[in-house]
T-cell receptor, first 111, second 112 residues
Framework: DAKTTQPNSMESNEEEPVHLPCNHS???????IHWYRQLPSQGPEYVIH???SNVNNRMASLAIAEDRKSSTLILHRATLRDAAVYYC????????????FGSGTKLNVKP | DAGITQSPRHKVTETGTPVTLRCHQT?????MYWYRQDPGHGLRLIHY???????DKGEVSDGYSVSRSKTEDFLLTLESATSSQTSVYFC???????????FGSGTRLTVV
């Protein structure tokens, strides 16, 4: 299974943009890039996903490198409620039930 | 909230006893999953189900069994609990053709 690499932790100031990087150099052509986040004492929640093109939704934006070996989750204006662990996950379209989480990036948002 | 609930929320049990955790959903989703999460780690897939009576192993299935006799219920059983199975267990569901997983709030299991 393709693996992802994320920084262990990042810090941001409230109301500033946050760019969370993810490297996935062994990504295959059928792997979708998913992002989830886990707030303290809660289960993970879906943030966004994409295949090749950049994606936007109400929560965040996903920027995917042209060679797809890396991606960046962008929170446009961080709030204190965005403090969480963010997971970048590759999902194989042929084995879509084998959905494996890594260690994620713990985002701390300072007021 | 979000149509998926786990029970119990907390459980303390003794080594060697059987334990069953329940996941219940009200969305009629086909796919359901059990994960465990240990301190400093992300979630690891234990077992998943792709329909009634249809289940398969994940990456850490040893010591666990699952059953799904109804669409809405997915049970995780520890046949003989060990201290290494002390963890927080999360259940998740996903609709057919959908990409987003919805997770439950978790069950904190302590094996003493």
């Amino acid at each position: 299974d393709a693996k992802t690499t994320q920084p262990n932790s990042m810090e941001s100031n409230e109301e500033e943009p946050v760019h969370l990087p993810c490297n996935h150099s062994t990504i295959s052509g059928t792997d979708y890039i998913h992002w989830y986040r886990q707030l303290p004492s809660q289960g993970p929640e879906y943030v966004i996903h994409g295949l090749t093109s950049n994606v936007n939704n109400r929560m965040a934006s996903l920027a995917i490198a042209e060679d797809r070996k890396s991606s960046t989750l962008i929170l446009h204006r961080a709030t204190l409620r965005d403090a969480a662990v963010y997971y970048c996950i590759l999902r194989d379209d042929y084995n879509f039930n084998k959905f494996y989480f890594g260690s994620g990036t713990k985002l701390n948002v300072k007021p | 909230d979000a149509g998926i609930t786990q029970s119990p929320r907390h459980k303390v049990t003794e080594t060697g006893t059987p334990v069953t955790l329940r996941c219940h959903q009200t969305e009629n989703h086909r796919y359901m999953y059990w994960y465990r999460q240990d301190p400093g780690h992300g979630l690891r897939l234990i077992h998943y189900s792709y329909g009634v009576k249809d289940t398969d192993k994940g990456e850490v299935s040893d010591g666990y069994s699952v059953s799904r006799s109804k669409t809405e219920d997915f049970l995780l059983t520890l046949e003989s609990a060990t201290s290494s199975q002390t963890s927080v267990y999360f259940c998740a569901m996903r609709p057919t053709g959908g990409n987003g997983y919805t997770f439950g709030s978790g069950t904190r299991l302590t094996v003493v």
